[in-house]
């Protein structure tokens, strides 16, 4: 069938010639796309991305054929769109609104230059310097006695940050400093869609505990502040990763300044923290109402994967805390059973089976050693990790709220604004002008709400995004590194018993 059709000449210099190549062309345009397409091969040095392409980008695989040479300019991955947002930007942008007398780049500039502050603010989060900052918390002391003592708190910060006064700094903070610092960064930065750390909860028993204790007794309190102390350190390092807690001014003060201010507000039952959990559950009335109106699938699709994740970490933390009661039992039964196979040794009278005993109570206590040692291990590493992580969870929900809250103001200066109009409506049709007038400035007022609103909005969503994609890269390796490293305790853990036991075998075989 092809064969009937009679290909136009390639190379004639007639032009009438070129015009029955056209004619042949537009007439049979199919076939004539049939034979470029018979090259399988052509185009073969084109290389295609696989990763996914940004979300609202419609028009990239258009772009594939068309401008092929942009291709090798594209971020290899959404990583790097969000890490380089002007390089992206730069790549993606036609060449006609660059070219010739520059006309295009200067307007992108004059609209780079009307973006909200908040906004530009949030596109610069992942451009800031990366400085080395190492924060230890050590020397846990108890200050006072009675009902009045606290404990204070050896915060060390060794840093390679020109902006810090020092290379290596060290301060003195009680427990309530923390709590002041973590109510800061919640009151400066939650309101703008952050993620801001949890700081370690009040506890009244173990505090009461520890203020109780006289100095000889206070060995029995060691084991709960040497788990504060770990958390407050967490918390501090945590707070230091991120990119913008990093630069607040009150985190900066909390390591350099010596003397600080007295913390208020950080008591358990005090009228603050009452009126912040009367908050919390308007919060989560209006939360119903907010998530009726969600029009973004992809934050509907993460507030399920939260809610989702939150419940298996708790299970996970339940069952991690019951195996490290139960490896403490162990430890304690061994520790037993070691005892009375030493005194049992003592009175053995049979020379050989009494050397047997004893060493095999000597192999009990050190494998007593090591079910304590993995024990600890199961809970620094594992169990506080899924604690942490479920209070970070908590955290974003909060982040959350403070997004549907701002949906809400938003729309509820939509809703006055047309309120305001339609009154103007009817009292230009009664003829009022002097209320007119009270009522054209009302509306003056709430369009500039309603267009703030927005902005705002807008700008808690798009940090709200970062901090969601920042918080699952982080997820991912924080939990990739703790069980590669609980695994090897493990492993070390069966070995040593292993050899604990080989080293037993010939005091055993060598009973007569």
């Known amino acids: 069938m092809a064969d009937d059709r009679e290909p136009p000449p390639l190379f004639d210099d007639d032009e009438k010639s070129e015009e029955k190549v056209a004619e042949t062309n537009k007439e049979s345009s199919e076939p004539a796309a049939l034979e470029e ?5 052509a185009g073969g040095g084109t290389e295609v991305s696989l990763d996914d392409p940004p979300e609202g980008d419609s028009s990239e695989p258009a772009k594939l054929d068309s ?9 290899s991955s959404p990583l790097a769109k969000d890490t380089e947002p002007s390089d992206a930007a730069a790549v993606k942008e036609p060449e006609g609104a660059a070219g010739g007398d520059g006309d295009g780049g200067q307007t992108k500039m004059e609209e780079e230059d009307k973006k909200p502050l908040a906004r530009k603010e949030v596109d610069d989060d992942e451009s800031r310097d990366k400085f080395d900052l190492e924060i230890t918390i050590t020397e846990p002391q108890k200050m006072g006695d009675g009902m009045s003592a606290y404990m204070a708190y050896k915060v060390t910060t060794k840093t390679n940050d020109p902006s810090f ?19 800061k960064l919640v009151e400066k930065h939650t309101c703008k869609g952050r ?21 000889q007794e206070q060995t029995n309190s060691m084991e709960f502040i040497g788990k504060r102390r770990a958390a407050l350190e967490r918390f501090l390092n945590r707070t230091a990763a991120h990119p913008i807690l990093y630069t607040d001014s009150d985190f900066r003060e909390f390591l350099e300044k010596d003397d600080l201010p007295k913390a208020t507000s950080t008591s358990a039952l005090s009228g603050a923290g009452v009126m912040r959990a009367f908050t919390k559950v308007v919060d989560s009335a209006s939360k119903v109402v907010s998530r009726m109106n969600e029009s973004d699938q992809w934050f509907e699709e993460k507030q399920h994967m939260i809610d989702s994740l939150d419940a298996q970490l708790k299970k996970l933390h339940t069952s991690v805390e019951s195996m490290v009661t139960g490896r ?21 009278e049979h020379t050989a089976l009494s050397r047997a005993i004893s060493q095999l109570a000597e192999t009990e206590e050190k494998i007593e050693a090591l079910h304590s040692n993995q024990a600890a291990t199961d809970f620094y590493v594992l169990s506080e990790l899924l604690k942490d992580y479920i209070g970070l969870l908590a955290a974003v929900r909060e982040a959350f709220r403070e997004r549907e809250k701002s949906y809400l103001t938003w729309q509820n200066a939509q809703t006055t604004l047309s309120k305001k109009r ?29 267009v703030k609103g927005q902005e705002d909005f807008e700008t808690v969503s798009k940090t709200l995004r970062r901090e969601i994609k920042r918080f699952e890269s982080n997820r991912v390796r924080d939990f990739r590194t703790v069980v590669i490293k609980y695994l090897e305790s493990l492993m070390n853990h069966q070995q040593q018993l292993i050899q604990y036991w080989e080293a037993f075998l010939p005091e055993a075989t060598a009973i007569a």
């Open 37 to 41: 397409d018979d090259d399988l091969f």
């Open 67 to 75: 401008e092929p040479a942009k291709l090798d300019a594209e971020p």
């Open 165 to 183: 006064k020092g290379k290596e700094m060290c301060v003195t903070r009680r427990f309530s400093d923390f709590l002041g610092l973590h109510q």
């Open 195 to 215: 993620i801001v750390p949890p700081a370690p909860e009040k506890s009244v028993v173990g505090m009461t505990k520890v203020k109780m204790s006289k100095s």
């Open 328 to 348: 403490k039992e162990l430890a304690n039964t061994t520790s037993s059973f070691a005892k009375s196979a030493a005194m049992l040794g003592n009175s053995e």
């Open 422 to 450: 339609d009154l103007e409506a009817k009292l230009k049709v009664s003829g009022k002008p002097e209320k007119l007038q009270q009522v054209q400035e009302e509306i003056k007022d709430w369009t500039n709400k309603e």
